[in-house]
Structure formats: C-alpha cells, structure tokens
T-cell receptor, first 115, second 111 residues
Framework: QQQVKQSPQSLIVQKGGISIINCAYE??????FPWYQQFPGKGPALLIA?????SEKKEGRFTISFNKSAKQFSLHIMDSQPGDSATYFC??????????????FGKGTKLTVNP | DSGVTQTPKHLITATGQRVTLRCSPR?????VYWYQQSLDQGLQFLIQ???????AKGNILERFSAQQFPDLHSELNLSSLELGDSALYFC??????????FGDGTRLSIL
C-alpha cells in the first residue's frame, strides 16, 4: 500500500519557469511533510518542510502548499534553474506511529531544467 | 555535508554472502534510521534505533538485522544475500521532532 502518491514521475521545465510537483497522502496521522532533493551519487537532502498548522511555507524560490482537507501538498520551484535538475521526493511522517518518526516517501520526480 | 557518514561507499559481493554497512550519525543525534533505495520500490524505511534501542521496524527482511552501539553508531547486517538485495542503503539521523539528515549511502551490488 503506497501511502504517499507523487506526480509527475518526470518533469521538464525551461530555465526561469515554475516547476510544480504534487503529493497526496492517506494516513491522517501524518503531521510532518518534508521535501528532499537528491543528486546522483548523493543522499537525499532536506529542502523544505511543513506541518499541518500552516497552509503555505516559503523559503527562497521554494514553496510548499498544503491542503489538509484534501490531504495534498505540493512543491513549487520558482525561477527554475539548471542547477535545480535533480530528483525530488515528498515524504510524510507522524510521531503517532508508535513513537517513530519514520519517513514514508513518494516515488520521486525527476526534474530537468533546460537552459 | 550532512554530517552523517556511511561506509563503505560501494560494496560488491556474491549471492549467499554477508555484509555489514556502517553509519555514524550527526553529533548529538540519538535516532538512526536505515532506508533502502531501489529503482522499483523507491525509498523504503527499514528500521529505526533510538539511543541503542529498536524503535520501529518497516519493510526489513528477516535476513537483515541492525544494531546501534553505545557510541551511537549503527550497523546494518545483510546476510544470505540475493540478487534482489542490490540497492542503495541510506542511513539518516535526527534529534526528536527534528528533520532527518541522510548520509550519501552505500551502493551494494550482488553478482
């Protein structure tokens, strides 16, 4: 059972454009939603994260939008740059899960930003 | 640099063998998580340790085991290896209610 569904699987954007990646979750016990960026040969690196008490969080060119009633959240990358080309993973966690904050990941989106 | 160190970076071995992957968490982090990344399954949680005690188990095979030592480093032991165990294995560490920081992984290839 896939608890976090991520789309699209791949995305090609022109430099300066907006990249949008969407995720949906099923478990209402989740209360922490991070996004990770992964480059080839490297581990996932935390990009930005949100908790359900806010509907939007912005850090530089990266924004998370969160819709609790729809159980959906998305990552917007403004002014996308070639250096943003990487695989992006959404994830969810809930401390209610037996005290563990294990992350449940989406399948990932491979973003390519063309110059 | 996340501060999480994993060794070795690459491991090549044969079916039926046993290997040990090592993880040193960030200074002060009591939680260590192990994840497996494969092309078909994506990133899957395997197991978590908190201050030496097992906290949670995920999709971890019985052939796999882990432990966390008093100095907080952790080891993931994989035995009776099969071709399907070829994957990237990541370790992450965190403080309670804080983000998880990942190492650069160990790439395991089974021949």
């Amino acid at each position: 059972q896939q608890q976090v569904k991520q789309s699209p699987q791949s995305l090609i954007v022109q430099k300066g454009g907006i990249s949008i990646i969407n995720c949906a979750y099923e478990n209402t016990a989740f209360d922490y939603f991070p996004w990770y960026q992964q480059f080839p040969g490297k581990g996932p690196a935390l990009l930005i994260a949100i908790r359900p008490d806010v509907s939007e969080k912005k850090e530089g060119r990266f924004t998370i939008s969160f819709n609790k009633s729809a159980k959906q959240f998305s990552l917007h990358i403004m002014d996308s740059q070639p250096g943003d080309s990487a695989t992006y993973f959404c994830a969810a966690a809930g401390v209610n899960q037996g005290g563990s904050e294990k992350l449940v990941f989406g399948k990932g989106t491979k973003l390519t930003v063309n110059p | 640099d996340s501060g999480v160190t994993q060794t070795p970076k690459h491991l090549i071995t044969a079916t039926g063998q046993r290997v040990t992957l090592r993880c040193s968490p960030r200074s002060g982090d009591l939680s260590v998580y192990w994840y497996q990344q494969s092309l078909d399954q994506g990133l899957q949680f395997l197991i978590q340790y908190y201050n030496g005690e097992e906290r949670a188990k995920g999709n971890i095979l019985e052939r796999f085991s882990a432990q966390q030592f008093p100095d907080l480093h952790s080891e993931l032991n994989l035995s009776s290896l099969e071709l399907g165990d070829s994957a990237l294995y990541f370790c992450a560490s965190s403080e309670p209610r804080q983000p998880q920081h990942f190492g650069d992984g160990t790439r395991l290839s089974i021949l």
